[in-house]
């Protein structure tokens, strides 16, 4: 779909397949017939889902989300002038509330020219590319329906100017270290040297009773998301799952320096998913489930994975308190 509006241009591209409904009964027959149940915590976002953690960014424990945009609106400028970026790619884009920061920055600095959301849901891919044209005269919106994990190769080359590729919220967090580091390598093919850059959010590692309060908040938002998860498998794969019959358990795993959170079943039980091949899943009292790891960082670590993925870090940038960081890297 390509519709043009005085000198703006929207072209909307989806390379989600039929095929592609598979991919949460095979996470499912993939995941839970191992010895340690687990599911990605991509299938945490559906509508209930994102509305949920829409909520939960505007808890008082739930500091990632407004720092990191703290950081944009303090260091937006320094950035743009820093890559003199003609166009952003978005992985995750989302609602693309943070975005706006820095192509405000870039539009101010009279550079920006193309900006190109990568996400699952293509209403708001839509929306978001309808929004920017209107905020901003002469933007080109590309924008790719798909998952970035699978459908990289169908961000389009760049423009003559330099790119950016933004990959924020803490998201790369929710990797293993070696699915992180064979991720970055594939942004990094996005990305040529010495022109284009890579700003990455990364949250770090921190006092475990700040990190643990994010998770586990008095409301208990994060549990009914935590939760929702199963909801989702009920509706998608007519399960009968007893989605209260599950505890919320987050913790920091001082080991490997990450948030775990999973479902703890309060009893025996037993599952029958008939969407993910009639699959019966029994699990036991105290039983748990992982949902999701979130992964912290030190400038250590952070190093070492660009450096893994053949990019160079070039700049951070934190907030006051050093809760969280912005990132700057550029390939070899």
Known sequence: MTTTDGLSTITIRSFLTPGDERTLADDVLDGLTRPFKELPPKHFYDTRGAQLFDAICELPEYYPTRTERSILVSRAAEIAQ??????????????????????????????????????????????????????FDDLEVHGIVGDFERHLEHVPAPTDGPRVVAFLGGTIGNFTPGARRRFLRGIARLLRPGIDHLLLGTDLVKDPTVLEAAYNDRQGLTADFNRNVLRVLNR???????????????????EHEWIEMRLRATSRQRVTIPGASDLVVDFAAREELRTEISAKFTHER?????????????RTMTDDAGLFALSLSTPR
């Open 82 to 135: 820093a890559t003199r970026a003609s166009e952003v790619v978005e992985l995750g884009s989302g609602t693309a509330e943070k975005t706006r920061i820095l192509l405000a920055a870039l539009a101010a600095a009279g550079t920006l020219r193309r900006y190109i959301p990568v996400d699952v849901t293509e209403s708001m891919v839509v929306r978001v590319a309808d929004e920017l044209t209107g905020l």
């Open 236 to 254: 998608e794969l007519h399960a009968d799952f007893d989605p209260d019959a599950f505890e919320h358990v987050a913790f920091f795993d001082r």
């Open 302 to 314: 952070l190093t070492a994975d660009l450096d893994a993925a053949g990019l160079t870090l070039e």
